[in-house]
């Protein structure tokens, strides 16, 4: 399973738990309601952000290296 889906898996469990649990915490939030569709947005558009640079920078660094240079060097 790529790791880009493992993390798209995540934020669907996340921004679920999320949704549903944001009931029990509303008397501790001040001045933001408990479902406030900017956060149920921009969290999870973050965190797809990160995941993917974090999937995207290693493949393209190991995209470059030739594999019978790399074979050689073990």
Do not use: C, H, K, Q
């Not at 790791?3 to 001045?31: D, F, K, T």
Request: aromatic share 8%.
């Amino acid at each position: 399973m790529a790791p880009a889906s493992l993390a798209l898996g995540g934020i669907v469990i996340g921004v679920a738990a999320a949704w549903g649990l944001a009931r029990s915490i509303e008397s501790l939030l001040y001045g933001i309601t408990a479902r406030d569709p900017l956060v149920f947005l921009a969290v999870p558009a973050v965190l797809g952000t990160v995941a993917l640079l974090a999937v995207w920078f290693p493949a393209n660094r190991a995209s470059r290296v030739n594999p019978v240079e790399a074979l050689r060097y073990e």
